[in-house]
Structure formats: structure tokens, C-alpha cells
């Protein structure tokens, strides 16, 4: 998980990552970045500093994205600055351009976000609530967003321009659909019970110490805020409860249903001929129908849906807003046992019977009341929630060495966890970001944390209770763990020299066969592909690969450690290159797309590593990895 960031984290992953992410950053904090500061800032992008402050939000969305706690802190600490010093780099450049964003495209961003809308709509005074709640006003919060997508547009202005030749395809595909045969044995590992001597115990005691300890404990006390708890606070009258009912009345019922059979006579539409053909033998088979023939014999005969056809025409059940409108209008006018005239859509005509009519039903007021008062509270309770979240963030900073003040003002209980380990816990420590949270620094050392989200209505605020370091075992509690390991190391290593010796025997012109033989394993025959899904492990593929072609007809022998420490000892008889004539043109495109985006990421890192050098990046000395 580490590595892919660290891959990622100087490509086009991390811009786009930001950049959609960026305006929630902006909501929860993130706009100190644009206020300044007086502490001495990590790093310094042109004129501009770059404070630690800047680069915690970033940090903790990377640590929340992992879902582990198995992580390099410092290494995801450097990560977030570099994200932070990049999208510094890019604001910088794009401002420069001149780039603009016009106001319609800024309030059409905004009012399609979900956390400023309800029910679906855009919402103006949540808006206005959650701008209150960050002390920020309405024309801070535009330049943000202005700001955010200038960003967006640069980073898309060199990485969607790149262009693939067909060079590049055909080389792509000569690797991608490459089939390369071999013939293999697998040499197993043997168990061993040789002797291990008491100073390679030791020894491998002292070097692998990691290996046996006793994990990092905590135990937090912890305050929560709820939304379910500011709900209680709400308490709507019957009329306000009646209104919303009515608000609401469609989502406390089922539509009318029909169920129905066709016949369909398709056609290309867009081809006159085609469907003047069709509505032809459409009115022809409603005559038919008329004189009284059996609409199931004449689906089953006629329809060219063919699913459908052996049941003689029934479709089932089907909702009006669930089909082409054409036909949806259609069979919704239509009374039971009643035959409509050919209906015309994108697939053709269809003859529709309704074979049975259910209607509509809603649930009496009586029935969905407790669920409406739910409701209700919940709604009129997310402005209050977000206030209270915002008001507990700044005081666990406030009062950072205690939760006495929170709990107080905000009529909060303060809870205790038993102990836990970064890996797992019980209660609310079974949460990776409660345990994540409860491993932070500022709360390892014996601060409030910050506000954590968990969810979307739910709050944290942890605060150290009990630290146990991580303790090493003793010798004697681990010895017999040592030698099992030991003796397995000296099996595998027996396993590889094995192997050595058979490949130096291929080598010297030995067949596999005959190599085979005094070790009493069989052989097999495998088409090894370097894409699409295989059996064949990972580790044969890659040395399968990386073997060189067979020259003059004679095979190229190696071989390959698999993970479980077994041995694979092969010949490569035949290498057949893939073929760009032979892909499907819609896999085509993709791989074009594929390969544009690629070259796109690689140009837009060489840019940025030009603008790194053009406006000046100046790292703290004790920020340098």
C-alpha cells in the first residue's frame, strides 16, 4: 500500500486525487493554507510557505485512504508535503497562464455538490450553514473554488494533448498478447530436522528482534458527537409531520405495475426500408390478432425477442419508468386483456398485451410516522451537527490537554477504551481511522486529537489514556519459533541449489526430461501470457518474461523462485508476438486512452519537475527525507 503511493504520489493520481477532493479539504480546514502563519514554515514554493498545518489534512487523507495501520509515518508525512509543495506549483503556474474560470462555472460546481444539497436539490441556506460554521464567507469560498478548478484546467491542459501512433499500439499489443510456451518441472521443498545449533538461534535473535515483540499498546479516553444525539433535540409537531408526508407520499409507496407481453418485429430504424418492412408485418400480426388468434402462439412463432418469445411474449412485471418512454406510454394506456397498435422505438415495433393490471399502493400516514419523526429530526439536525463538529474542533485545540471542557459545554460523555494495538481492537477501536487517530503523534503525546470523522455523522475527539511501548519477547519464549524458521531457511536454500545444479545441467545440453528423473517430479507445458488472467504464479510470468527468445531453434533454460519456496525449473520453447490486426477495435480505443494517459503523466511530471526548478522549492532541512 506504501509503495502505490509512493508511485503515485508525483503523478496524475495524486492532481486529480486533489482536485476533487480539494473543496471538502477546504470546508474541514484545509483554508489555513491560504491564511499564512507565523510558525517556521516545512517548505517555501517561490514566496509562498508551506506550513505544517497545510500539510496535516493531507496527510490524514492519505492515512484514512490506506484502511491500514501499517504504514511508514514518516514516509506518508513526506508524501503529503510533496502533494502540498505540487498543488503550490501548479496554482503558481496556472495563475501565471492567465487561465480563468467563469462565475456560472464556479456556482454550477457548487450547487452540484451533495454536501450542499438535500433531497437531492441544491440547498442555499445549507450552504450558508456550513460556510458559517468554517468562517468563511461566501466570496472567500468562490476564490477557493476559482482557485481550485485554474488547477484542475492546467493539470488537464498537458496531460489530455498526448498523442499515441500506431507504432506505439503495435508495440504495446506485441508485449500485451505475446503467448510464450514452455516446458517446466516444479522442485518441491523438502522437511528438514537438521540440527540447529543454539548460536544461529541467537543470532538470528538479535538480527529479527522486530519480528518478536510484544505490540504497541493504547487505551484512549474519548468524547462523541452524533448526529442520532442532536437529533433527540428536535421535536416536530403532527402538522409539520403531515406536511412532510406529503413531501414525501412517493417514497412510501409502489407504482402501478403491469404485466404485459410483446411481440417484437425488429429493425434498424435509421434504414427506412427496415422498418417500413416491420410496421408491415406488425399491422399484418395485430389482424391476425384480431381474428381471434392466440397472441402467446403468435410471440412464440413471430417475436424477435427471442428471451421473451418462448414464454409467448411475457415480459413480467414492469415498472413505468423502467422502459422507453414510447412503450411505457404505450402499455401504461392500455386496459387488461387490451392489444395496443404497433409501437415504434429505437429496436423496432412491438404489439403490447396487458395481461394484468396492479396498482398503485401508499402507505398510510399512521404507518410511516415514527420513520417520518426520523427523518425529520435528522434533516433539521445537520446544521446544528455541523456547527457543534466545528465548535468541538476548536476547542480540543483550545483546551488540548484535556476533554473536561468539551464534555462540559457540549453536555458530551467522556468514554474509555481498553487496550489496543495499531493492528486491532474491540468496540469503537474495531475502526482503522479510530486506531489511526488514536497512534497520532499530538495524541501519543498527550494532546486532545482533532475532531475525527467517521462516516458522515459521527465525531471523535481522543485523548491518551495508558501507553504501553512495544516490548521484545525473550529468547526462550521464542527459540522454538526460531528454529521452525531456520530449519525452513535451510530447506529452501537446499531447494535453490537443486535447482542451480539442474539448470547448469540444461545448460550443458541435458534434456528436462532426463533432469527430471532422479528428482521424481513430472513435467508440464504452459502458454504463459504477460496480461489477462492466469493460474500461472507471478514470479514464473516474470522470469518466463524477462528469459531470452530461443534462438536457432534451440530453447533458453532458467528458472524461478515461487513465494512458498519451491522452484521451477523451465525451458522457453516458442515466443509468438501479439498482433495489432487482430484486436477488437473498441479495445483499441481503450488501449489508446491507456496509453495517452500514461504519456500524459510522464510529460506532466517532467513538468512539474521544469517548474520545481523554474520558481524554487526550498525543503526545511528537518522535513528532507
Not at 489555513?32 to 490524514?60: C, Q, S, W
Not at 462555472?105 to 457548487?110: E, K
Not at 450552504?127 to 493539470?155: C, D, H, W, Y
Not at 486506531?435 to 503525546?445: H, I, S, T
Amino acid at each position: 500500500m506504501l509503495q502505490a503511493i509512493r508511485d503515485k504520489a508525483h503523478g496524475i493520481f495524486a492532481w486529480v486525487m486533489l482536485l476533487f477532493v480539494g473543496i471538502p479539504f477546504g470546508l474541514w480546514g484545509i483554508n489555513n493554507y491560504f491564511n499564512g502563519g507565523k510558525e517556521k514554515p516545512m517548505a517555501v514554493v517561490g514566496d509562498r510557505d508551506i506550513l505544517e498545518k497545510d500539510v496535516n489534512r493531507t496527510y490524514e487523507n492519505l492515512v484514512a485512504r490506506m484502511g491500514s495501520s501499517d504504514y511508514d509515518e514518516k514516509q506518508i508525512r513526506h508524501e503529503a508535503l510533496e502533494q502540498v509543495i505540487n498543488m503550490e506549483l501548479i496554482t503558481q503556474a496556472a495563475k501565471k497562464e492567465g487561465l480563468t474560470i467563469s462565475e456560472a462555472d464556479i456556482r454550477n460546481y457548487v450547487q452540484s455538490q451533495p454536501y450542499f444539497q438535500s433531497e437531492g436539490k441544491f440547498d442555499k441556506d445549507r450552504l450558508k450553514s456550513v460556510l458559517a460554521s468554517q468562517g468563511m464567507t461566501p466570496q472567500q469560498f468562490a476564490a477557493q473554488i476559482r482557485e481550485q478548478m485554474l488547477n484542475e484546467q492546467f493539470v488537464r491542459g498537458v496531460t489530455d494533448t498526448s498523442i499515441v501512433t500506431k507504432r506505439q499500439l503495435e508495440n504495446f499489443y506485441r508485449l500485451r498478447n505475446q503467448e510464450r510456451q514452455i516446458e517446466y518441472m516444479t522442485i518441491p521443498v523438502k522437511k528438514t530436522e537438521a540440527a540447529v545449533q543454539d548460536k544461529d538461534i541467537d543470532a538470528y535473535y538479535q538480527e529479527n528482534k522486530s519480528q518478536f515483540q510484544n505490540p504497541e499498546k493504547v487505551s484512549v479516553d474519548y468524547v462523541t458527537l452524533s448526529i442520532d444525539d442532536v437529533s433527540a433535540d428536535f421535536h416536530p409537531t403532527e402538522d409539520e409531520l403531515k406536511s412532510l408526508y406529503e413531501e414525501q407520499k412517493a417514497q412510501y409507496g409502489t407504482p402501478e405495475q403491469r404485466k404485459v407481453s410483446h411481440i417484437l418485429i425488429a429493425a434498424d430504424m435509421d434504414k427506412e426500408d427496415e422498418a417500413k418492412a416491420a410496421m408491415t408485418k406488425a399491422d399484418a400480426l395485430r389482424e391476425r390478432l384480431s381474428k381471434g388468434e392466440d397472441f402467446a402462439k403468435l410471440a412464440k412463432d413471430n417475436s424477435d425477442d427471442k428471451d421473451s418469445a418462448d414464454k409467448g411474449g411475457d415480459l413480467g412485471p414492469i415498472n413505468k419508468d423502467t422502459l422507453d418512454p414510447s412503450f411505457a406510454s404505450a402499455a401504461f394506456a392500455l386496459a387488461k386483456g387490451e392489444v395496443s397498435k404497433p409501437v415504434k422505438t429505437p429496436f423496432g415495433y412491438h404489439l403490447i398485451k396487458v395481461t394484468e393490471l396492479v396498482p398503485a399502493t401508499t402507505k398510510k400516514f399512521e404507518e410511516v410516522r415514527a420513520e417520518l419523526e426520523k427523518s425529520y429530526q435528522h434533516n433539521a439536525a445537520e446544521n446544528k451537527f455541523y456547527e457543534l463538529k466545528q465548535k468541538l474542533d476548536e476547542m480540543s485545540f483550545e483546551h488540548k490537554d484535556t476533554l473536561e471542557p468539551l464534555a462540559k459545554n457540549l453536555n458530551l460523555k467522556i468514554a474509555q477504551t481498553g487496550l489496543f494495538t495499531r493492528e486491532a481492537g474491540e468496540g469503537e477501536a474495531t475502526e482503522v481511522l479510530f486506531r489511526n487517530a488514536a497512534f497520532a503523534p499530538e495524541v501519543l503525546q498527550g494532546n486532545n486529537g482533532p475532531a475525527l470523522e467517521v462516516g458522515t455523522d459521527k465525531v471523535y475527539v481522543l485523548h491518551l489514556k495508558e501507553h504501553q511501548l512495544a516490548t521484545d519477547k525473550p529468547l526462550a519464549e521464542v527459540k522454538e519459533e526460531i528454529k521452525t524458521k531456520l530449519r525452513a531457511k535451510m530447506a529452501q536454500e537446499d531447494t535453490r541449489k537443486l535447482a542451480e545444479q539442474v539448470l547448469a545441467d540444461l545448460r550443458q545440453g541435458k534434456s528436462l526430461a532426463d533432469a527430471a528423473k532422479p528428482i521424481g517430479v513430472g513435467l508440464n507445458k504452459s502458454t504463459v501470457k504477460l496480461a489477462g488472467k492466469t493460474d500461472t504464479p507471478p514470479a514464473l510470468i516474470k522470469a518466463v518474461n524477462k528469459a531470452p527468445r530461443p534462438v536457432g531453434g534451440k530453447p533458453s533454460a532458467a528458472l524461478a523462485a515461487l513465494d512458498n519456496g519451491e522452484q521451477v525449473v523451465f525451458i522457453l520453447t516458442e515466443v509468438k508476438d501479439g498482433l495489432l490486426a487482430s484486436v477488437d477495435p473498441k479495445e483499441l480505443e481503450m488501449a489508446k486512452d491507456y496509453l495517452a494517459k500514461n504519456a500524459g503523466q510522464a510529460e506532466f511530471n517532467a513538468y512539474l519537475d521544469y517548474l520545481r526548478a523554474k520558481i524554487g522549492v526550498e525543503v526545511s532541512a528537518q522535513f528532507k527525507q
